[in-house]
């Protein structure tokens, strides 16, 4: 098993930055890839971000390309999300979640940590 922990969600302004940062345990050296994903209220939950844990290599959604950055730290089995330029669209509970492997289904999934931006 997997445990994920999200921190460093808070309220910010717009315009603000904010930092996510999503701890995993357990077996994490199980993990292919790692991601961001948020769900706001009355709405579906929405892809945000991801990263490969060999090769950082990552996919934004078009809603937040250019303003939010995945970044990993394998040492720390840490993966970060820097938001830059927050929106109050952007208001929502912030999830981590981990797969084995390209294909896989996100299985392993954190508690989920608040985003609020105000207006």
């Known amino acids: 098993q997997v445990q994920l922990v999200e921190s460093g969600g808070g309220l910010v302004q717009a315009g603000g930055s904010l930092r996510l940062s999503c701890a995993a345990s357990?077996?994490?050296?199980?993990?292919?890839?790692m991601a961001w994903f948020r769900r706001a209220p009355g709405k579906d939950r929405e892809f945000v971000a991801t990263?490969?844990?060999?090769?950082?290599?990552?996919y934004y959604s078009d809603s937040v390309k250019g303003r939010f950055t995945i970044s990993k730290d394998n040492a720390k089995n840490t993966v970060y999300l820097q938001m830059n330029s927050l929106k109050p669209e952007d208001t929502a509970v912030y999830y981590c979640?981990?797969?084995?492997?390209?294909?896989?289904?996100?299985?392993?999934w954190g508690q989920g940590t608040q985003v609020t931006v105000s207006s």
């Open positions: 979640a981990g797969r084995t492997a390209p294909t896989a289904t996100f299985d392993f």
């Open positions: 357990g077996r994490a050296a199980s993990t292919y890839a």
């Open positions: 990263i490969t844990w060999r090769g950082g290599i990552t």
